[in-house]
């Protein structure tokens, strides 16, 4: 019995830190997007917002990834990325060119980071294909 309790709160605690990683994740990604945003010329970009814009382009991105992968998959990669950035655009209330180069600047900006913090050896360069 104490076994199993004890695998429950391993489990429970898997969880947690699996949740806690997301939210650092976000944050992260998010302090990229805002300061590639403010970079481009995005009055309204914040770290809140970049928040928000990552998850629900990422949710929305997704689902229309797979909805159109359903009827024809050639065409979904490009159409779920366009549904990514538009709802960047649309929760920074700015263009589409912009709402790209926050996209692009934050992305150069995340690998950059990560490739000097591997040649410091502080995490492996296999952690780049997160992006």
């Known amino acids: 019995m104490v076994g199993a309790m004890h695998g ?7 969880g947690v830190m699996g949740v806690l990683s997301f939210l650092i994740a976000l944050f992260i990604a998010a302090i990229f997007l805002s300061l590639a945003g403010k970079l481009v010329g995005i009055e309204k970009a914040s770290i809140g917002r970049s928040m ?3 998850l ?9 990834t797979l909805l ?3 009827v024809f998959a050639p065409l979904a990669p490009l159409l779920g990325f366009l549904a990514n950035l ?6 920074f209330e700015t263009g589409w060119l912009r709402a790209f180069l926050a996209w692009l600047l934050s992305a150069v900006m ?4 990560m490739m000097l913090l591997a040649a410091f050896g502080l995490f492996t360069i296999g952690a780049l294909s997160a992006l």
Do not use: E, R, S
């Open 8 to 14: 429950a709160a391993l489990f429970a605690a898997m």
């Open 52 to 54: 928000i814009a990552i």
């Open 56 to 64: 629900g382009g990422g949710i929305l991105g997704g689902i229309v």
């Open 68 to 70: 159109v992968a359903l």
């Open 86 to 91: 538009w709802v960047i655009k649309t929760v």
């Open 110 to 113: 995340a690998a950059v980071i």
